[in-house]
């Protein structure tokens, strides 16, 4: 799975060098760099300072309520709107300068100071002069603008936007702060080669649905071990996606409870999936199409709660699983949800490949009493009922709790089965299949979960039948999740803070 953090460790890690640093976030207006600051600021430590021309303290509190949790209150706010002098008042403060010294270093430095736009120089009057402090400055660009626009009112035009933030960098780099400046474009610019670090963030439409990108082109000091993570900005904070972990260290087999039993529906095991998905629908069907790049143990988080589920409260539940799951990634989800001894009332899962028998053998006896041999199976014949096997008796052979029951099928398990059975998978085949599963269905206390490769031909057939239709993709690492039906917008995965066994983040 993925973890959602407020921060990217590269820039949790630039915040603790010492200063002076010079960080430059640019990006469209609307993708979430303010957002961005405000999480760098209540990250940051020693005192902590926003420089700002487009919100006063009042709405930056009511568009975002967090700021007062965990001590982000002490964040303090320059309105940049309000301090601007005239520019007869600035000349007076520049001429005050000339009573040091002429050619002393103190009267440059002075000099350097005052020329900054006013809003700076408050800031700066606040600040320590030998302790860490973080200022942001959202925007520069309306800053400086506003800045330059005056002066070219009055009788000194020889500074220009480059010399300023040349100015600025050198006045900041003078005590031991770290700077964040935001402009409001994607474009390089000569402030690019001028900083310790840049940050890019994006927002893009795919498949007609948002996603938010940032890209760490450059931070001085620190190894960037990924250049770009996705974020969402949900319930005003940002929060970025890190690349997925290893299968052994997600925590497997956490089902959040059934808030109220809904009859004819199957609780999905997760609040997250209930909320973007619904209920499973018994007698229906979900499809899940993956793409080849989304490692298995991510489909695997995704069905394990609606299959524990069902297990402890009796729901019988059939595994027809890929080939390329082994025994612990199949059983042991579900191992623990029933008495020892039991799980096979329950819980069965179909050998299609005929590896698995062998494999269970010394795996103990639940593995092996609730494992359907491919050797059960009986090729049908025009004198056979084709629901004549183990499979299907042991279907309709009711519940135990009187819970209804979970199919996960595999479209590559399917195949396997096949090949194992030397039964040809034709188009006539496939084109069969929804009828074959309403058959299934109809009546029934089930619901099928299919899982397939985006638009195997396989599985292509049964998404006119399907009530609820999934598409999980990776994105440089990480999975993103797309309703078609119902549509939704787009979510990552990734692991639930609250002990649940995941989350789904909208992505806004």
Known sequence: MSTAVRLPIELRQFLQLPGPQSLLIRGPPGS???TLTLALLEAAAGQRLLITNRVSTIELGREFPWLGENGSSNIQVVDASDLEPSLHGMSQAIAAAQVVET????????AEFLTLPSPIQEAWSRLPSDA????????????VEHYLGRRAHGTDTRIDRGEIERILLRVMGRSPSHLILVLETELQSQLDYLVNGVVVTRRELVNERLERWLYLPKLRGIRIANASYPYTVEGAKFQCIEPLRAYNEIHRGQ???????????????????ADAFGRLA?????LIEVEEEVPDYVVQQFLTPAKVHAVRNGGRVLEIPAPSLSPDEIWGPVEGSRPAGHLSEVYRVLDVSGQLERTVRSQGKDRQSSLISIKS????????DPDDNDVSRWLKGGVVGGHPGLVTMYGSGLEALASTMKLPLTSEAAAAMPGSIQNMLGGSSLHL??????DAPLLRPIKSIANIHIRILNRQGRA???GLKPWTTGFVIAESANGGPYELLRIV
């Open 255 to 273: 089902v959040e409870p059934e808030p109220d039993a809904m009859p004819g529906f199957i609780w999905p095991g997760s609040k997250s999936f």
């Open 103 to 110: 050619g002393s270093k103190e009267r440059d430095v002075l």
């Open 32 to 34: 979430g760099k303010t």
């Open 282 to 286: 018994v007698g229906r069907l979900t």
């Open 132 to 143: 860490p402090s973080t200022v942001v400055i959202d925007s520069w660009d309306a800053l």
């Open 449 to 454: 979960i299919a899982i397939g490769r985006i």
């Open 480 to 482: 993103l999740v797309y």
């Open 377 to 384: 199976l009986q090729l049908p014949s025009p004198d056979r």
